[in-house]
């Protein structure tokens, strides 16, 4: 075995310097909120993370996923610190652990002390509140020294065993920066790699699961659509589509019945990237006539140098623009990102259609797409792409001038 490989002695991992694949780490915390929150920082950082809720689910946790480190949440509703690191010693957990809690907290102290005695690899504890830098400087022994390998993992793998997922995105309103909607972005969540962006297991069109992946993220859209409704208001969503899929005229009356005859169902609204659109535009003017009276749209994305082939369509089957992120990143302070922008918000007025500006990452970006006139924006300004249950549980009244 070489170096920076893992191996498996009984049921405890054994590590030997610096990994190089993805360390993993399980989150003992009560607070589902919290326990949402270090999932979502932990994951940024490269882990592979599992969640433990009680102390009783830990030795589940311990058995099956073999983490390389416990983030314990000491004052946390139903989590017992005695407990769990009880368990810890009779699973022999190798591992390294974090505890974090309240700074006048009399039981970190003691949690450590008993951790130690036991022989537990006790990491400086965290008292909260405290940055995501300061828990990475914590963690960093556990992070690669060099990139993960990637995942060989096949979407049709992913499909049967139920790994895919979608995340959303928020979009606001560029002048008002009220929410407007959200668009659903794939990600697979690996047993072993955890989550997995889509570069890694989109399937090129010839692909037999091409279409099935597109059903997949359709049927879901739908779903999660009804689960916000239940938690919180209706949220109009945009999803990304091939535009072959829409060749196959029963997967366009597919899609029709599918779309919620809820009354508070806004649209469905289908991106297509914008090489794609321009290539299939004869296509998408039928289909579009089709589908509109089904309470769907469709928007042109990743719109860029390429605008000027969009001039002069007499049947323009589009009800939105979205502008390409390099074009949007920085164009607060780039006169040809500017430049090119203007044109597109310009083409748009002339077919009364809608813009929408990706990529918005500052406070000039963020002032920039508004002076050029964009309807909608999103961007990291605004908030990162998150899993359906955190996005329901998100507060959408951001400050958008404070960099996330």
């Known amino acids: 075995m070489g170096h920076g490989q893992a191996e498996l002695v009984g049921r405890k991992p054994v590590i030997f310097g610096h990994r190089k694949v993805r360390p993993r780490a399980c989150v003992a915390v009560g607070k589902r909120h919290l326990r949402a929150f270090l999932r979502d920082v932990l994951e940024g950082m490269g882990f ?148 997995v962006p889509p570069a890694y297991f989109i399937p090129e069109p010839h692909d037999p699961h091409f279409r099935e992946l597109s059903q997949f993220v359709i049927d879901r859209a739908i779903k999660d659509w009804h689960y916000l409704l239940e938690h919180q208001t209706s949220i109009d969503l945009s999803v990304n589509l091939p535009a072959a899929f829409l060749i196959d005229p029963q ?52 719109v860029g140098t390429n605008w000027p082939q969009l001039m002069g369509v007499e049947k323009f089957p589009f009800m939105k623009l979205k502008v390409e992120r390099q074009f949007i990143a920085g164009c607060g302070n780039g006169a040809l990102k500017r430049t090119v922008c203007r044109h597109i918000v310009d083409l748009a007025k002339e077919y009364s259609v809608r813009t929408v500006a990706e990529g918005v990452e500052s406070e000039a970006d963020l002032i920039a797409v508004t002076e050029l006139g964009f309807d909608l924006a999103q961007g990291h300004l605004f908030g990162k792409a998150m899993p359906l249950k955190q996005f329901a549980q998100s507060s959408f009244s951001p400050s958008p001038l404070r960099p996330k």
């Open 48 to 195: 592979v993370i599992s969640e433990c809720g009680t102390a009783d689910e830990l030795s589940h946790v311990l058995c099956t996923e073999f983490p390389d480190l416990i983030l314990l949440g000491i004052g946390s509703d139903r989590i017992e610190p005695g407990r769990l690191l009880e368990i810890l010693v009779r699973e022999e957990f190798a591992g390294k652990v974090l505890a974090f809690g309240a700074r006048e907290s009399i039981i970190i102290t003691a949690v450590q002390q008993v951790g130690g005695e036991y022989g537990l690899a006790m990491l400086p504890p965290l008292r909260t509140p405290f940055a995501a830098e300061t828990l990475r400087d914590r963690v960093a022994m556990l992070l690669p020294r060099e990139p993960a390998p990637r995942p060989a993992v096949h979407v049709g793998e992913a499909l049967h065993a139920g790994w895919l997922e979608l995340w959303y995105e928020p979009k606001f309103d560029a002048c008002t920066l009220s929410r407007r909607g959200a668009e659903a972005l794939v990600r697979m969540r690996h047993p072993t790699w955890g989550v």
């Open 251 to 302: 997967a366009v009356r597919d899609l029709c019945q599918r779309m919620p005859s809820h009354p508070d169902f806004g649209g469905l609204t289908i991106e297509i990237e914008s090489k794609e659109a321009i290539q299939n535009l004869d296509l998408l003017i039928e289909v579009a006539r089709e589908v509109r009276f089904h309470n769907i749209g469709f928007a042109i994305d990743n």
